[in-house]
């Protein structure tokens, strides 16, 4: 079994300004890495994801998270945050070996001020 | 279409009454998951097929609750002598044949059930 844990439930930022959404896990066997973003009424978009490799990973809209697998840890960053970011971001986990079942965190919401 | 749809978007229903909410999947997509959301928190997975079969269906939260994709397309969520505490966002995902969890998982803009 997996577990995710969102470390923050609310973060705001100043536009322009860097921003972190921390994402903790817990698993006991290997796992892939995901971060998705959901704006008001809609459903989830990924962001990006890890499955192995290079442990920086890039994603859409300048997104980048790194994997840290001794902090079991898959924090996600944008050196530069706009309005259009404000959303809720969720980080998620799934088992290597099986089709895809996710196990998701509660939820970051960033919201950017002007 | 060309992403995954969910229907109705909105659905009122009394306690007691029986509900159904529809998922049309990306066209050619094997895989199809159901996710239930409450209010504040993240997804929670309750079911998943691969084409019409069943593959795991642990997260449905009680018998009242039945999934079915009888021609490994559309799929559709019952929920039977609904209660107060199954209002959620329920959000259908579907994800493209072959790498198992390697696959994106694309997800509708959900069905939000409210039950009074």
């Known amino acids: 079994a997996q577990s995710v844990t969102q470390l923050d439930s609310q973060v705001p930022v100043f536009e322009e300004a860097p921003v972190e959404l921390r994402c903790n896990y817990s698993s006991s066997v290997s796992v892939y890495l995901f971060w998705y973003v959901q704006y008001p009424n809609q459903g989830l978009q990924l962001l990006l994801k890890y499955l192995s490799g290079s442990t920086l990973v890039k994603g859409i809209n300048g997104f980048e998270a790194e994997f840290n697998k001794s902090q079991t840890s898959f924090h996600l960053r944008k050196p530069s945050v706009h309005i259009s970011d404000t959303a809720e971001y969720f980080c998620?986990?799934?088992?290597?070996?099986?089709?895809?079942?996710?196990?998701f965190g509660d939820g970051t919401t960033l919201t950017v001020k002007p | 279409g060309a992403g995954v749809s969910q229907s109705p978007r909105y659905k009122v229903a009394k306690r007691g009454q029986d509900v159904a909410l529809r998922c049309d999947p990306i066209?050619?997509?094997?895989?199809l998951f159901w996710y239930q959301q409450a209010l504040g928190q993240g997804p929670e997975f309750l079911t998943y097929f691969q084409n019409e079969a069943q593959l795991d269906k642990s997260g449905l939260p009680s018998d009242r609750f039945f999934a079915e994709r009888p021609e490994g397309s559309v799929s559709t969520l019952k929920i039977q002598r609904t209660q107060k505490e199954d209002s959620a966002v329920y959000l259908c995902a579907s994800s493209s044949p072959g790498q198992g969890a390697k696959n994106i998982q694309y997800f509708g803009a959900g069905t939000r059930l409210s039950v009074l």
């Open positions: 998620a986990v799934s088992d290597t070996t099986n089709a895809g079942k996710s196990t």
């Open positions: 066209s050619g997509h094997v895989s």
